[in-house]
């Protein structure tokens, strides 16, 4: 069983930036990020893979980054030029195979709150 921890979020205004961070409790093939804002579906924000391979979102390309510290099992999302339309809970994820599909994830954190005010 992997535990998963946010932190990072909060409140910040349209055009600004934000890093979310997610420590797991052990070592995952791939870690991702969802979102899910009120009265929608959660949805794949992006992930990456222990070798460094990513994919994104059409919605974020360009100004979110995902990375990791693989020697901290944490993974990092970045987020630049946010627009409020980005405000949602953010939830991390991890499985251990390649995903990029709710579904596809067995571990989940309990989400952190990202705010962007117009």
């Known amino acids: 069983q992997v535990q998963l921890v946010e932190s990072g979020g909060g409140l910040v205004q349209a055009g600004g930036s934000l890093r979310v961070s997610c420590a797991a409790s052990g070592r995952t093939h791939t870690m991702g990020w969802f979102r899910q804002a009120p009265g929608k579906e959660r949805e794949f924000v992006a992930s990456?893979?222990?070798?460094?391979?990513?994919s994104y979102a059409d919605s974020v390309k360009g100004r979110f980054t995902i990375s990791r510290d693989n020697a901290k099992n944490t993974v990092y999302l970045q987020m630049i030029s946010l627009k409020p339309e980005d405000t949602a809970v953010y939830y991390c994820?991890?499985?251990?195979?390649?995903?990029?599909?709710?579904?596809?994830?067995?571990?989940w954190g309990q989400g952190t709150q990202v705010t962007v005010s117009s």
């Open positions: 994820a991890a499985t251990n195979y390649w995903a990029t599909l709710a579904d596809q994830y067995d571990y």
């Open positions: 990456i893979s222990w070798t460094g391979g990513t």
